[in-house]
């Protein structure tokens, strides 16, 4: 029997991190990163040939758009683990569909973090898009700096805490198994720390401690994008920030 695990979050909460973490360190899975995304499926790359040769095309991000679930069904079936993970975010499909993905799964992750560096770190790799190919991953972010905009936090906020808001109520609602992984817990541990939890959660989970998952030892996962903690490295104006913050009396990360 096959197990679905998926990672739902919101980009620059960890998830890449995660998926690779789980690539990297469990043969026993079939880790992949975001299938639906709109622009290209961001597939595990030992098994794009096999679903072009499957759909005879290499357009899979417009086949996963279409019917996200039978692209589901289809990437399980062509799979030779017993467990595929994958990951969502709320720009990939509607509440709806997302559901579906939940009521398929066998249990969820679901990942955050403190969403003003959520704010932050987004809007700097969508900046850093003019003069990087590919600013979301292995990219020194530190002392790039961004105008923080009250109205446009206010806004992004809200539409973060309803996603995440209604998955976590669906996900009570239906019983499902789910793990949350706060993002400055989950990297305050070592890679074999984040292994032995990812283990535990998996095999709890999944099907009890016979499911006995290889661990391999891991060095290396992705490197930090940002090594500091100072906001006054993060943004131009600072003082304002720090005046909307303190106000509303928001917490930030240190």
Known sequence: MKHLVTIIGHA???????????????????????????????????????LISHYNT??????????????MDTVINLSDKNIVSHKIFPEHMTLENAKKMIDKSRMVFLVKRNFIDVYISKKRALLMTKTHSNPWIDVDTTDFKIDFN?????NQKRDYDEWYRNITDYLITKGKPYNVLYYDEFHILDIKGQQVLIKEKLEQFIDGKCLNLTVTEVEHVLKKQDKSLDYKTKLNNYSEFMDYICNRGLSLST
């Open 12 to 50: 620059r909460t960890g998830s890449n991190y995660l998926c690779k973490l789980i690539e990297e360190s469990f043969p026993d899975v079939a880790s992949h990163y975001e299938l639906f995304n709109k622009q290209m499926c961001h597939i595990n790359s030992n098994y794009k040939d096999r």
């Open 58 to 71: 290499d357009k899979l991000h417009l086949l996963a758009d279409s019917n996200p679930i039978e692209f």
């Open 150 to 154: 009250k109205d446009e936090f206010i």
